[in-house]
């Protein structure tokens, strides 16, 4: 304020809106940073908070459903690949699964509507890998600073990991109304579509207005 001749007393406001910015662009970097650390955390089966979080998710996505054993063919039931879902957070650690839980906890109806429509016969897709898979684009989104329209105009202060989340569930909804409406013709197409629906984020998150928030 020194620097530029700004006087306090004729612009009350500057101050106020200063602070703001730098506790907005601070923040990016240190939920950045969270977020890093999460994922670089990877799944082990030896930590009880990491299993009962995994036993969580079932239970929120199959709640009439019981799971005869830990390591299951059940598991394919909602995404997994193998008896043992652990071998699939390899990439995202256990933000991957932070994320499914959470979305799954907090949109629990749209989970379950998203989950019946990924066992789509034709259209149908692996709900679990799916949305690892958006972890890392919504992680990659935030490591290229791509997130910060959006940020900035959605809080009004410091990010949080709670905002990382929220942004997750957007792209989980988004990406499953795309699919269905890109009627691709096998899963075998998935990078391509999955790489034409990021491309679409990004383009979304370039207007200065943007707010990507999940609208059920």
């Known amino acids: 304020m020194k620097e530029k001749n ?47 979080m995994l036993l969580k998710l079932w239970s ?42 959470y979305f799954s906890e907090n949109y629990t109806s749209e989970a379950h509507q998203i989950l019946s429509r990924s066992n789509h016969p034709k259209l149908g897709y692996s709900y679990a890998i799916v949305g690892i898979n958006l972890t890392e684009m919504a992680y990659s989104l935030l490591k290229s600073e791509a997130l910060k329209l959006h940020l900035y105009n959605f809080v009004p202060g410091v990010p949080t990991m709670e905002h990382f989340h929220q942004f997750y569930c957007y792209l989980v909804y988004e990406f499953d109304k795309f699919w269905l409406e890109e009627e691709p013709e096998s899963i075998m197409y998935f ?9 679409r984020i990004k383009g979304l998150l370039m207007d200065c207005n943007a707010v990507l928030t999940l609208k059920t």
């Not at 500057?14 to 650390?37: A, P, S, W």
């Not at 459903?65 to 059940?74: D, V």
């Open 6 to 52: 700004i006087c306090s007393e004729k612009d009350t406001s500057f101050q106020i809106c200063m602070r703001t910015c730098l506790l907005q662009i601070t923040g990016y970097k240190q939920l950045y940073h969270d977020v890093e650390n999460v994922r670089k955390k990877p799944y082990d089966s030896a930590n009880a908070q990491h299993e009962k």
């Open 60 to 101: 929120l996505l199959m709640p009439t459903k019981k799971l005869t054993a830990r390591i299951s063919k059940q598991w394919a039931d909602i995404g997994f690949q193998g008896d043992d879902p652990k071998t699939d957070f390899r990439g995202m650690g256990i933000l991957g699964l932070i994320n499914l839980v």
């Open 191 to 199: 990078n391509l579509y999955r790489e034409k629906f990021h491309e």
